[in-house]
């Protein structure tokens, strides 16, 4: 069997699937089972893995079908692309915040404000605990959680780009 015939773009679409749902449930896994509290940059780092499972799922179904027109097929991969390169550039910037490359958002890095009173302080100590943006929470190889989600997500791009370039409908 030729590698041609695998490249097909419900094959990516499946491996975009398989990929994304796998991501999520891993990160599930990490912060349900193992304690690890994601911070503000890993939710919005999630966000484009959450739209990939819908239009991949949708992907996969369309693709299946033997009335299904390519152009819609290749379109969706197309959506597929984007989405995983903007999810790129969301972990490449999380990534560059925990290295200290980019400055990031003012609601997870930075200094904490100083309470007007004492009682203000010890009020903010039981109730707020913020994650931090700059601390890597977890290292997996070496890498952060962010490294590895812009390692996945780049892949997940190729993939997609990959399925919309490919010849077989």
Known sequence: ???????????MALLILIGSLATILGAWFIELVLGVKPCHLCLIG?????????VALLAVFVTNTPTSAPR?????????TVIFLVGT???????????GVFQGPT?????????????????????????????????????SLASWNAIISAGLCVLAAIGMASKRA
């Open 107 to 143: 609601d997870c890095t930075g200094t904490i404000e100083k309470p007007v009173a004492i009682q203000d302080f010890l009020k903010q100590l039981e109730t707020v605990k913020v994650v931090r943006c700059d601390e890597v929470a977890m290292r997996i190889f070496g890498l």
């Open 1 to 11: 069997m030729s590698s041609t015939r695998l490249v097909t773009p419900r094959s």
């Open 72 to 80: 819609f097929s290749r379109f969706l991969l197309a959506v597929l």
């Open 46 to 54: 999630r966000m484009p893995h959450y739209a990939g499972i819908a």
């Open 89 to 99: 550039g969301i972990a490449v910037y999380h990534s560059g915040v925990e290295f």
